[in-house]
Nanobody, 114 residues
Framework: QVQLVESGGGLVQTGGSLRLSCAAS????????MGWYRQAPGKQREMVATLTSGGNTKYADSVKGRFTISRNNAKNTVYLQMNSLKPEDTAVYYC????????WGQGTQVTVSS
């Protein structure tokens, strides 16, 4: 089993920044992909950013140029640096890790006030 602990969410004004962290622990042998997803009220969960073990990144068009995903392999931690936040970024953000199986974090709330 793999446990994911997310942190860093909160309330921020438009144009502000937040950094989310997701630490993985447990039976980790190899992490293939780490990523962040979000779900706003009444909407489907969507991909925000992903990072493969090979260093390839993918971003949603809506966050390109504003968000940056990174990873600390030694700590099995993935980060999401969010800059120039907008009210439409308000959502619960979930960390996802893919090893031999797929695991989700519990989610952390990000609220951007206008």
């Amino acid at each position: 089993q793999v446990q994911l602990v997310e942190s860093g969410g909160g309330l921020v004004q438009t144009g502000g920044s937040l950094r989310l962290s997701c630490a993985a622990s447990g039976s980790i042998f190899s992490i293939n992909v780490m990523g962040w997803y979000r779900q706003a009220p009444g909407k489907q969960r969507e991909m925000v950013a992903t990072l493969t073990s090979g260093g390839n990144t993918k971003y949603a068009d809506s966050v390109k140029g504003r968000f940056t995903i990174s990873r600390n392999n030694a700590k099995n931690t993935v980060y999401l640096q969010m800059n120039s936040l907008k009210p439409e970024d308000t959502a619960v953000y979930y960390c996802k890790v893919i090893t031999a199986k797929m695991y989700w974090g519990q989610g952390t709330q990000v609220t951007v006030s206008s």
